[in-house]
């Protein structure tokens, strides 16, 4: 099993749905929680970061980390075209240490 | 300012040859990474440098993978006798260490690897 679980997809959308992409983790020590955005043949750029548990809003994007149930979620309102692309959670333990990722789940929107 | 910036942003080489993969971090960013990115995989860790040194390389696969970073700015990626199995994209990321979203990850557009 791998440290962190996510599933691959892809998931497939029509513009203005909201969208749902969740990552399990085994590991207790992660404590730092990201999500990252990779366009086709681009680098993960992030998109949010949360320490520890609870909920945080950016715009139309929302990340809720669950740690007593090793879960983490987005959730992106009012979806775009635009907000195609792969989705990446990752975590760690500690700062300034390699990030952990899933496998990335591949989001299409459709006009 | 600039962001990370890697070359060459792809590589064609035979099995066995000997290849390298540069990474420019961003200005100031002690922390440098390397990961790799298998087809519909997420990143895998390689090697981590804080500075100078390569502070955890426990990620590299076997030791035909060796990584420098002589002045703790620009860092290269050595592969010998490459197998086809290296075929990835290779991602470099750099991080400040400042602290809660000030130490995030930047990542270059990466180095596609293609071992033919």
């Known amino acids: 099993q791998k440290e962190v679980e996510q599933d691959p997809g892809p998931l497939s959308v029509p513009e203005g749905a909201i969208v749902s992409l969740n990552c399990t983790y085994s590991n207790s020590a992660f404590q730092y929680f990201m999500w990252y955005r990779q366009y086709s043949r681009k680098g993960p750029e992030l998109l949010m970061y949360?320490?520890?548990?609870g909920n945080k809003e950016d715009g139309r994007f929302t990340a809720q980390v669950d740690k007593s149930s090793k879960y983490i979620s987005l959730f992106i309102r009012d979806s775009q075209p635009s907000d195609s692309a792969t989705y990446l959670c990752a975590m760690i333990s500690e700062r300034v240490t390699p990030l952990v990722f899933g496998k990335g789940t591949r989001l299409s929107v459709i006009a | 300012g600039a962001g990370v910036s890697q070359t060459p942003s792809n590589k064609v080489t035979e099995k066995g040859k000997y290849v390298e993969l540069r990474c420019d971090p961003i200005?100031?960013?002690?922390?440098l990474y390397w990961y790799r990115q298998s087809l519909g995989q997420g990143p895998e860790f390689l090697i981590y440098f804080q500075g100078t040194g390569a502070a955890d390389d426990s990620g590299l696969p076997n030791d035909r993978f060796f990584a420098v970073r002589p002045e703790g700015s620009v860092s290269t990626l050595k592969i010998q006798r490459t197998e086809r199995g290296d075929s990835a994209v290779y991602l470099c990321?750099?991080?400040?260490?400042?602290?809660?979203?000030?130490?995030?990850?930047?990542f270059g557009p990466g180095t596609r690897l293609t071992v033919l």
């Open positions: 990321a750099s991080s400040s260490i400042a602290g809660g979203v000030r130490d995030t990850q930047y």
């Open positions: 949360t320490y520890s548990s």
């Open positions: 200005s100031g960013h002690t922390a």
